[in-house]
Nanobody, 119 residues
Framework: EVRLVESGGGTVQPGGSLRLSCAAS????????MSWVRQAPGQVPEWVAG????????YYPDSMEGRFTISRDNARSMLYLQMDRLKPEDTATYYC????????????WGQGTQVTVSS
């Protein structure tokens, strides 16, 4: 069974940092492109970052403004998202996902971890 278990979310002040983790199992993680997707209540999902299978090629939308860094550890089947200079508008549930073009594929996401950026 494919499992993606996100962790590391929480509440942080604006300007703060969080590091999200995703533990993957049930598929060949080391050959699978991965992404992070976020969704705020009442809003459409937003693709946050992607990374190729080997980890050499990260992808980001311009909206991230260089604040987020995706990485992976294939030996441990772990995906990470380093989030810096957080803003209130970053508040959302963050999901890791298999694939790159995945905003419409909820079936590819994990269960999510909540990130709240608030004063």
């Amino acid at each position: 069974e494919v499992r993606l278990v996100e962790s590391g979310g929480g509440t942080v002040q604006p300007g703060g940092s969080l590091r999200l983790s995703c533990a993957a199992s049930g598929f060949t993680f080391s050959t699978t492109e991965m992404s992070w997707v976020r969704q705020a209540p009442g809003q459409v999902p937003e693709w946050v970052a992607g990374i190729n299978a080997g980890g050499e090629s990260p992808y980001y939308p311009d909206s991230m403004e260089g604040r987020f860094t995706i990485s992976r550890d294939n030996a441990r089947s772990m995906l990470y998202l380093q989030m810096d200079r957080l803003k209130p508008e970053d508040t959302a549930t963050y999901y890791c996902s298999r694939g790159i073009v995945v905003v419409g594929r909820r079936d590819l996401w994990g269960q999510g971890t909540q990130v709240t950026v608030s004063s």
